[in-house]
């Protein structure tokens, strides 16, 4: 088992893809740093959403998908 650890909103698709590799994962979302408000709000959010639907969208995603 392999654990991630990654800013929230950077954990589903991160989990997806280590999945989606074969790797048996765990995720572990980390403390956000209070200073940082790059990644608050909901530009981010539809930012990563956007993103994991591209990932989960594209011909490699599929194609991963595909071969388990």
Do not use: C
């Amino acid at each position: 088992r392999t654990w991630l650890v990654s800013d929230g909103y950077h954990l589903a698709r991160a989990l997806r893809m280590a999945r989606d590799l074969g790797i048996d994962a765990q995720g572990v979302a980390a403390d956000p740093n209070p200073s940082d408000r790059t990644y608050a709000g909901p530009q981010h959010l539809a930012r990563e959403s956007a993103l994991l639907s591209f990932y989960v969208l594209t011909p490699e995603g599929m194609r991963r998908r595909a071969e388990k």
